[in-house]
C-alpha cells in the first residue's frame, strides 16, 4: 500500500504559507519476479572463460595427454604387486598373490643393506645439496661486480646440462688409478688410491658430482626469489643500525623462506629414489655393500630378472614412502613455517 509522509519544513510551499500540512505519497516499484538459475555462478564463468580464451586453453592438450598416457594410465600395472604375472599371459595377472611379493623383499637379506643404503645416500644429498644453492644464492646477491657474477652464475649453470652419462664418465676418469686426482696424490709423494674399488669412498664421489651438477641450476630459483624483497627492508634496516649479517638473517632469509619450504618438501618426496641413473653407472659388484640402493636392486632383479610382480612390489613400496615422507613433510611445514605446497 502507499505510504504517506510528512514533509520536511525545507521543502513547504514557502510562497503560499498555509497551514495544511502536505503529504507525500511514495510508492514501491513493483518487484520482478526473481527467476532462479539453475546453472551455478562458477561454472558459467568456467563456461564464458573457456569460450573467450580457447585457443590459450587448446596447449593444456598436450601436457594432459602427456600425464594421461605415460603417468596415470601406467599406475594400473600397480596391480601385478598384489598379483602374479607370467610372460604371455594376461597383462594384470593371472592369479591372486596378496601381499606376497612385499614380504617376499621385506624377508629378503639383501633389503635392510638396500634399504640403509638408499636412506644414508639419500640423507647425505639432501644435507650438503639441499643448502649449498642457498648459500650460493646468498654471496652472488652480495657481489656488487655483474661481469663476475654472471661469470660464476655461467660455470655453476653449466653441469646442469650435461648428460648425467657424460658426467658419470667425467667422474670415472677422474677417479681411476691413472686418473687426475691419483696423479696429484703421487705428485705429493701419495700412493695411488682405487677409489671405485672400495665401497667407503662412493657416498663421498657420488654426493660431490651431485652437488657439483645440481647447485648452481637450483640457485637460480632462490635468485629469482629474492628479487622479490623490498628493498625498502633493508634501507630500514640499515638506518636502525643493521649490518650485513643482520640483515641477511632477519631479512632475506625470512623472504625467501616459502621458496626454501617447497623445496625441501619436494626434495624430501624424492628422498628415497636418489639418482637412479647416476648409482647405476658409477656402481659396481665391488661396492655393492654401499651403492646398491632399492632403485638399482629393482632395476637388476625386476628387470634383468624378469620377476616384473616382484619388482613392480618394490617400486610400489618405494613409492609409498615417498608418498608418506611428503605428506608429513607438508605437514609439518605449513604448522611451523604457514608454507606448504597445499
Known sequence: MPETVEAPPLLRDTAQPTSETRLITTARPPRRPFRRDRTPRARQSWRRALARDWRIYTFLIAPILFLLIFRYIPMLGNI??????????????????????????????????????????GAFTLLICFPLPIILALML?????????????????????????????????????????????EAFGGDPVPFMQRPEWFRTIYVTSEAWQTVGWCTILYLAALTTIDDQLYEAARIDGADRW??????????????????????IGSFMSVGFEKVLLLQNPLIYSTADVISTYLYRVGIQSAQFSYGT??????????????????????RLVGASLW
Open 80 to 121: 601385478i604387486a598384489f598379483r602374479r604375472f607370467r610372460p604371455g599371459g594376461s597383462i594384470f595377472g593371472d592369479e591372486w598373490v596378496g601381499f606376497y611379493y612385499f614380504e617376499a623383499f621385506i624377508t629378503n637379506q639383501q633389503f635392510w643393506t638396500v634399504f640403509w643404503n638408499t636412506v644414508i645416500l
Open 313 to 334: 612390489a618394490i617400486g610400489l613400496f618405494e613409492a609409498l614412502i615417498g608418498l608418506v615422507l611428503v605428506l608429513f613433510a607438508n605437514l609439518i611445514s605449513r
Open 246 to 267: 643482520q640483515q641477511t638473517w632477519h631479512i632475506t632469509l625470512p623472504g625467501i623462506r616459502p621458496t626454501m619450504m617447497v623445496l625441501l618438501i619436494l626434495n
Open 141 to 185: 646477491n652480495e657481489l656488487r661486480s655483474r661481469r663476475f657474477k654472471r661469470l660464476v652464475q655461467t660455470v655453476s649453470y653449466l653441469p646442469h646440462f650435461m648428460s648425467i652419462v657424460i658426467v658419470a664418465g667425467l667422474v670415472l676418469q677422474l677417479t681411476s688409478l691413472n686418473g687426475t686426482i691419483n696423479q696429484v696424490v
